[in-house]
């Protein structure tokens, strides 16, 4: 299917379990991003990438691992899961860098973590 | 750090009132963009406003930027009960966007 998908759509994991969130894009784009969604903090980006083999950290990464290796793909991972990152988890792609592009988001990954 | 911020926070209009949700943020940008995210969905685009300009429409919105005050409003025209959703300014900051906590619109029948 065409557009940016995300899987696991929800996933429930215990403290200290690593989990790994997938995204697939069919548009591309060079850009790809991870968000968490958090009451009341709004979206806070975890990880960026702007193209295959470039990642860059975003305002949150600790206890976030990403990888890119193709173009299509940005994989997040949560090397030893904590209650505290129980959450929603959106990635988002764009075809160009910045503000100057729309992004375009997943349908989200409800993470709990117990 | 959050750039934007979003003003009111939560807002009820009746069904066929104009909405206005307006966004600060602190530092000059280049472009800023207003995002819709219905209860459980990811965000959508909704349009997107340059520094060097004043006023944008797309449908039933308009959005304005003052870049002077550093603030940006956006109007939905004659709500519709499917405008119930949250909307997020985003500001650019090198080659990533930061949002705002978002204002959550409630239109009541």
């Known amino acids: 299917d065409a557009g940016i998908t995300q899987s696991p759509r929800y996933k429930i994991t215990e403290t200290g379990r690593q989990v790994t969130l997938m995204c697939h894009q069919t548009?591309?784009?060079?850009?790809m991003f991870w968000y968490r969604q958090d009451l009341g903090h709004g979206l806070r980006l975890i990880y960026y990438?702007?193209?295959?083999?470039?990642?860059d950290k975003g305002e949150v990464p600790d206890g976030y691992v990403v990888s890119r290796s193709k173009t299509e793909n940005f994989p997040l991972t949560l090397e030893s899961a904590t209650r505290s990152q129980t959450s929603v988890y959106f990635c988002?792609?764009?075809?160009?860098?910045?503000?100057?592009?729309?992004?375009?988001f997943g349908p989200g990954t409800r993470l709990t973590v117990t | 750090s959050q750039q934007g911020e979003e003003d009111p926070q939560a807002l009820s209009i009746q069904e066929g009132e104009n909405a206005t949700m307006n966004c600060s943020y602190k530092t000059s940008i280049n472009n800023l963009q207003w995002y819709r995210q219905n209860s459980g969905r990811g965000l959508v685009h909704l349009i997107l406003?340059?520094?060097?300009?004043r006023e944008k429409h797309s449908g039933r919105l308009r959005v304005t930027l003052d870049t002077s005050k550093k603030s940006s409003s956006l109007l939905i025209t004659a709500s519709r009960a499917a405008d119930t959703a949250s909307y997020f300014c985003?500001?650019?900051?090198?080659?990533?966007?930061?949002f705002g906590k978002g204002t959550r619109l409630h239109i009541l029948p």
């Open positions: 985003a500001t650019d900051e090198e080659d990533k966007i930061i």
């Open positions: 990438s702007a193209a295959a083999d470039i990642t």
């Open positions: 548009w591309s784009h060079s850009y």
């Open positions: 988002a792609s764009s075809g160009l860098a910045g503000g100057s592009h729309e992004q375009y």
């Open positions: 406003i340059r520094s060097n300009e």
